[in-house]
Each structure stands twice: as C-alpha cells, then as structure tokens.
C-alpha cells in the first residue's frame, strides 16, 4: 500500500511513478474482490478496470463496497477525461442485453472490450437505485450480478 501512496484505502487513490513524466493512477475498486483495483493512464486516458467494469457479468460479492467504488470511479473519471475502460474479459455479446453462457469458450460475436463513461453512469443510476439490496439486473452491456461472499 505505501508503494503506490494509498493512505487511506479504499477512500483514496494512489499513483505509481514510471518515471519520465509517466505517472498511473490506482483506483480502489473492492467489492467484487477486496483488494481490486483499477489503473487509469494520465498520458493515454486508458482505464484498466480489471474484473470491476467489464461487458460481461459483474459478480459482486461485498454489494456495499462495489457500489461505493462505483461512485467512487465516477467521481475520479469526473475529474480524469477516459478514452476507454478496458476490463480483464469479455462475457457479453454484441446483442444489447444477452451475455454468453457461463462457461462458453467460442464468442463469434462478443462485445467489444472498450466501455466508455455513459456505461458507467448506467452501472451507477442501476446500483444506487437498488437501495442496497442486491439483484441481478441486465443493463445493455454489462449485468449486475450478486454471489454470495465467501
């Protein structure tokens, strides 16, 4: 945590210094995994949002923390201008609303794997108008998807 000056996780973010004028900024994203995070390039405006913002499914396991670093996403992105949100996989297809299968392997006509800040905002207005009680909503690219903690 001190490597990349988070001092008050997951309230704040960090950055990382690649020297050259280079600097990366850490996002953290708890919630579908606790020690989630994302990294948003100031050169490029390249965000990578890991398994917290994908098209696919977006299993969340501690509800009250993944909506807090959804709102906590929107505030930096409000600040930070984003070219594009790029998660870890792809699980939905180009067909508004309809994701593959668990467990497909062949995605002849998947999504593409860039998300812009309108997603965002969707995945936000979608979590906060649930009240904190968790449900599994299809929103147009991307599903909210509770599981049990483990």
């Known amino acids: 945590i001190e490597a990349f000056q988070l001092k008050d996780w997951p309230n704040s973010p960090g950055t990382i210094d690649l020297g050259g004028g280079r600097v990366i900024d850490l996002i953290p994203l708890p919630g579908h995994q606790e020690a989630a995070v994302a990294f948003y ?5 390249i965000m990578l949002s890991g398994d917290s913002f994908y098209p696919g499914r977006l299993y969340i396991g501690d509800w009250k923390q993944f ?11 409000a600040a930070h ?8 996989h792809i699980e939905q ?7 593959y299968p ?3 392997k062949y995605q002849p006509h998947e999504h593409s794997l860039e998300l812009g800040r309108g997603e965002l905002l969707e995945l936000q207005d979608a ?13 147009r690219d991307l599903t909210i998807w509770p599981v049990k903690p483990k």
Request: hydrophobic share 35%; aromatic share 6%; charged share 20%.
């Open 81 to 88: 201008p984003v070219t594009h949100f790029l998660g870890n």
């Open 127 to 139: 979590l906060n108008k649930q009240n904190g009680i968790p449900a599994r909503v299809a929103l």
């Open 41 to 45: 390039d100031r050169k490029t405006g």
């Open 93 to 99: 297809t180009r067909t508004p609303y309809l994701d």
């Open 67 to 77: 909506t807090a670093s959804i709102n906590r996403l929107v505030d930096f992105t």
């Open 102 to 104: 668990i467990g497909t």
